[in-house]
């Protein structure tokens, strides 16, 4: 009898034959693999790990994304709290349009996923069309994408935008990337084994990981050009929000005014962007991103230290060791509690 086969992944979809160039195809063969954390094979592309469908959307956007100077790419890897910095950065830069109490209740952020509203350029934009219309798009153009610095197009480092650097402890991120795992996993398939994700993320073999060579390549950048790329941790942003957010203003180019430090503004966006509120609203409970996950899968605990409920002292070693290895002599140093 044949074993049943479970469906595909939920952006398999975009892999099917007549949407997937030749080049891609051939490119995709030639490069060395590995089998992801799901079973699915990841393939190693420049340096850093990759599905073979959101590698069709890193080759579109390299190739065809154009950036503008006023442009903000928000970027982070992958479980770091993109859909919160997301919706931040959202409510950030269109405030002045919904100032009073009546266009509050008419907010974008409560009808539409963040997601939606800030979409991410290879996962989503070039994975769905391989040369997306942007014009609809006003400046500043607001994009998320997951891509290391060494792998930007061209055109983002030539036309000097904004790049705003979200990162999270590892601990956190990986156990928060294992929840995501199984979530697009087929039921029957169970629970993908942790310690061997663990030894895959460890070793650099994640979704556009390696996680180490990701930050510190943005950490080096925000060095030597500081005006450009802004560095921020999960971890400051939920220890002190309003700094970071007036950081985030400024940095963007749209620093909040005397008036409305005092009049709750900075106040009124974290709390429309809380975990709470986002959580709650129906739009981002039900219903399915177009690239295939569910909304809600965005929204789990959004917590620091969650890591400490599923890693044993053993693992937590094994990740210190790997942290130290990787991180040495760089100056960057996370919190995990
Ligand atoms: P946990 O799985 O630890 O809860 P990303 O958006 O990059 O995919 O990251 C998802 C992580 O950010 C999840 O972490 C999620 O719960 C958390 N998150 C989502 N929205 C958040 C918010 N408004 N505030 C804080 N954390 C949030």
Redesign the pocket.
Known sequence: MQASQPPPPPYAKFLRDDNVSQACKDLLSSLPSDAGWNGASLHLYQGFWFFPWTLKGVLACQSHFQAHPSDILLI?S???????LM?ILFALLNRAKYADSDSQRHHPLLTQHPHNLVPFLEVKLYLEQEKPDLTSFAPPRLFATHLPYSLLPQSVRNSKCKLVYLCRNPK?SF??LW?FVNKLMPEEKGRTPLPDCLDKFCRGLSTFGPFWEHVLGYHKVRSEMPEEVLFLTYEEMKEEPRVHVRRLADFVGCPFSDEELRDGTVERILTM???DN??ALEVNKSGKLSTGPEKKS??????VG?WVNYLSAEMADRFDQAMEEKLHGSGLKFKDK
Do not use: M, Y
């Not at 992958?78 to 919160?84: E, F, L």
């Not at 965005?298 to 917590?303: A, I, L, P, S």
């Open positions: 982070t992958p479980k770091s709290g993109s859909t919160w919706a956190d156990i928060s929840h962007c809380s975990f986002l959580s965005f929204f789990r605990r959004g917590q969650d």
